[in-house]
């Protein structure tokens, strides 16, 4: 098992008739994705890549079963598709659009108080269980199916470290993308919690970066419950190039403690193995797992 | 998008907040005659910036009369001014923003932000006034905070005991409900990630004027407010992150002699990090966005060839599903052969499409290093600027 789907994830794509939403699903499709609908306003009873197509998510969770939502719509759009899906109680919700307003994004997280929705992103590359299911933009041909859980905010350095894991043979249980962007749905915590009390997923990497306090959340939470599984994180962005600051005491409040060594220093307390530097995670993982059976 | 502040005042005013007098000014003759007509005995002179801090910097000068606002402008105007917030290189002075002086009976501060974690907007104030990030830094001084939904402010209990908080009473607390009020709705309204008035000058009168503001527009929402556009540009519009930008490219510039070309920000950081460690100096950060194209890419790598401390390309690339490697590869083709400059390239590009990059890569004349792993290829792009082979 993996978190967040299985075999019976039925999976359909909101903007699925755009040219994203027509590539995207149609990899998902070839990945083995079961993809059952479409919804694009307007173009409900349509046939599009051989599923239908519905002119709203609640009509094609209707019809289809659908349970999970991938949103492909483009970002003026892409808040209204994310408050249609959590209305209509989908399940789970993943977005990949970029550029989503952050008001957009503020509303959406007020529909999501006390929902039954998981929303994974904006911005985010998705979710990928190896073999099973991929609902998302990621690149699949190194990852392995296994029992490693990958937590991360970016794409490409997720790609990187998915391929260092399949390398020295632990494959992933699940690799989930939680966005980019500042506002959004599920964090590191919530994945946390979903892959320990996941008995697939072994041991759980954690790719953080500079900025936000979520890295920190995730800390004091691991501190907190104990590790049962061994965690190894990874945080970028200790070379990064100090930033023009606008705004004082605002920045102040958002930026304080936002650094690389102060996010390591709170992770390691925890008990987590750092990666000493982003070609080395595999090789940490590993080692880690060493470290345990001896 | 950071507005200068006589946008940012505009754009509050249009919410009925209250702003001093005053007008813009591009020469010393322009700021007189302005000085002139607000016929005050105290007249502030603001260099306009996309940047806060200015004071200390010498940016806002306080005159009496018309002719010394004249001498202020002459003085600020084309200077290039370094605040804590611009770039190590500064700002250049384009413009002065003319201001009667206003008598304040208290100083404020009151800011509203995005609270990412939370998912709410936050309100925040307290005492105000130049030397706050001084006083907030050093704990002398802390700031009370409230959330904020988005469809509505708070009841306006939850307001005035948060008013009480700050130290407003009696007479003054429904003038700053309402500017409590309008702040927010301009919020909303003009898609803000920040608005910041410091100080808001409670006047013996008992009005709430703001006579600084900063106001930062989230660019992702740009498409709802076309009236605003280029007004992120205006200062300098050849600034090289905005050439990026507008390429679909995130790029800041660093000091050092290794280009650095990556796709996405996580894998962008983390080359800069391996560079650090492996005894080298980055030139730049470079994350390549999903939705660049391959001319958009070259014309990212063209900044990176404009650079003439750079000397040699490390190109670090994982292809995903949005952006094949192959699409990456042509925009260096392009790039390299618009540019014409000779470099050497250290290469490490895996993921999706890479077979069909690596064919069109060897097309290319071009003095290149393939590397299998990005440790390989850091340290080798790290030799090269050292002056190794």
Redesign the interface.
Known sequence: MAILVDQNTRVLCQGMTGWAGTYHTNRMMQYGTKVVAGVTPGKGGKSHLDVPVFNTVADAMRETGANASAVFVPPAHAGAAMLEAIEAQMPLVVVVTERVPELDMIRVREALVGSRTRLIGPNSQGLLAPDVCQIGVMATDRSKRGHIGVISRSASLTSEIVSQLSGVGLGQSTTVGIGADPVHGIGFVDCLKLMFADPQTEGIVLIGEIGGTEEYEAARYLKDKGLTKPVVALVVGRGAPPQRRMGHAGAFAVHADEDVEGKIAALREARVEIAPSAHLVGATMRDAFKKRAA | M?LQEFRAKQLLSRYDIAIPPGALATTPDEAEAAATRLDAKTLFVKAQL????RFAAGGIHTVPSPAAAKAAAAELLGRKLKT????ADGQTVKSVLIEAGVTAKREL?L?M??D??A????L?AGDGGTG??QR??SGAQE?D?LAL???GERNAGDIAAFARRVGIAGDSTQGFHDIVRQVHRAF?EL?A??I?I?PLVLTGKGEFIAVDA?L?L????A??HPDFAGWGEEQDPDRIELRAARHNINF???DGDIGCI??????G?????????AGGA?AN?MDI???AKSQDIAQGIALVLDNPKVKVLLIN??????QPCDTIVDGLGIAFRAHKRELPVVLRI???NEELARLRLANFKLSKTECS???QAVTRAVAIARGGK
């Open positions: 950071d996309h940047a806060g801090d804590s917030q611009t770039s501060y800011a932000r995005i990412a974690r998912g709410s907007i936050l925040t706050i990030e907030l830094a700031l905070t939904g988005i469809n909303i898609d990630s920040l910041e410091n900063k930062t989230d660019d992702n929402a498409f709802r800041v510039p660093m990556v796709n996405g920000a996580g894998l950081l983390a080359t800069l990090d391996m560079i650090i460690a980055p950060f966005r999903t939705t690339v994982f292809g995903g599903g949005m895996t993921g999706n792993d990005m440790w």
